[in-house]
């Protein structure tokens, strides 16, 4: 999965900012992450402040990246800024859930269709490992939903368009944090129509439409078990 292209350039620009680690991924990056998987996954919760320098103490990073990433997160609609209150993480609308399965239909579509027709061979070997290691998942739960949005992420990477995959990793965040709210409040079997194996066979079988019918059936029968949850 090409990360890079994911994460895009975070706002601001300061030099501390721009400084990599080992890893080769800027310090404004880092924090991004970090703070976007703790939003989605709720371990950040809805109404939590994002304050600065408590960040900065727990990420181990400097003001300058943290603030750009509580930009980029804001921008993003995983945090809200209230004048002379600070930052917090947003709240959740459950009812957003259809609408942003409604915008990402097509899209989700598209992007397996691409894929089908510019993903490498070695893109293809991966999403095949990575849909291999759902076969015996039964459980709704985190470690599922991991690999879930993996496999997506990795599908938007081998479309190989960079604006389609940096508007579907936003969609898909905030997508995520509602199906992760419902999950955790109750759990359920994972039905088999939320199996990414079609999807994954079509794009490395090469064929663009059935692609695009695999990756659409495979988001609505998902969208349907999660909105049961709630």
Same mark, same amino acid.
């Given at each position: 999965?090409?990360?890079?292209?994911?994460?895009?350039?975070?706002?601001?620009?300061?030099?501390?900012?721009?400084?990599?680690?080992?890893?080769?991924?800027?310090?404004?990056?880092?924090?991004?992450?970090?703070?976007?998987?703790?939003?989605?996954?709720?371990?950040?919760?809805?109404?939590?402040? /994002?304050?600065?320098?408590? /960040?900065?103490?727990?990420?181990?990073?400097?003001?300058?990246?943290?603030?750009?990433?509580?930009?980029?997160? $804001?921008?993003?609609?995983?945090?809200?800024?209230?004048?002379?209150?600070?930052?917090?993480?947003?709240?959740?609308?459950?009812?957003?859930?259809?609408?942003?399965?409604?915008?990402?239909?097509?899209?989700?579509?598209?992007?397996?269709?691409?894929?089908?027709?510019?993903?490498?061979?070695?893109?293809?070997?991966?999403?095949?490992?990575?849909?291999?290691?759902?076969?015996?998942?039964?459980?709704?739960?985190?470690?599922?939903?991991?690999?879930?949005?993996?496999?997506?992420?990795?599908?938007?990477?081998?479309?190989?368009?960079?604006?389609?995959?940096?508007? /579907?990793?936003?969609?898909?965040?905030?997508? /995520?944090?509602?199906?992760?709210?419902?999950?955790?409040?109750?759990?359920?079997? $994972?039905?088999?129509?939320?199996?990414?194996?079609?999807?994954?066979?079509?794009?490395?079988?090469?064929?663009?439409?059935?692609?695009?019918?695999?990756?659409?059936?495979?988001?609505?029968?998902?969208?349907?078990?999660?909105?049961?949850?709630?």
């Amino acid at each position: 999965m090409r990360q890079g292209t994911e994460l895009g350039e975070a706002a601001g620009g300061a030099a501390v900012g721009k400084q990599r680690a080992a890893g080769g991924l800027r310090l404004a990056d880092q924090a991004y992450l970090r703070l976007r998987d703790d939003i989605i996954t709720v371990r950040l919760r809805p109404g939590d402040p /994002l304050d600065e320098k408590t /960040l900065s103490r727990q990420l181990g990073l400097g003001l300058t990246p943290v603030r750009d990433a509580l930009k980029r997160l $804001t921008l993003e609609r995983l945090a809200i800024i209230y004048p002379r209150r600070g930052t917090f993480v947003t709240d959740i609308n459950i009812s957003d859930e259809r609408w942003l399965t409604e915008v990402r239909i097509e899209m989700e579509g598209l992007a397996a269709a691409l894929a089908a027709e510019r993903a490498t061979d070695e893109e293809c070997a991966a999403l095949t490992a990575l849909a291999s290691t759902l076969e015996d998942s039964s459980d709704l739960s985190m470690d599922y939903i991991s690999v879930d949005t993996e496999i997506h992420r990795a599908i938007y990477a081998a479309a190989h368009n960079p604006y389609l995959e940096v508007s /579907l990793n936003q969609y898909a965040n905030l997508a /995520l944090r509602i199906w992760h709210y419902g999950i955790q409040r109750m759990r359920a079997r $994972t039905p088999r129509s939320c199996s990414q194996d079609e999807v994954v066979a079509a794009i490395c079988a090469r064929k663009p439409e059935a692609a695009r019918k695999a990756a659409q059936g495979h988001l609505l029968g998902f969208s349907a078990e999660v909105r049961a949850l709630l």
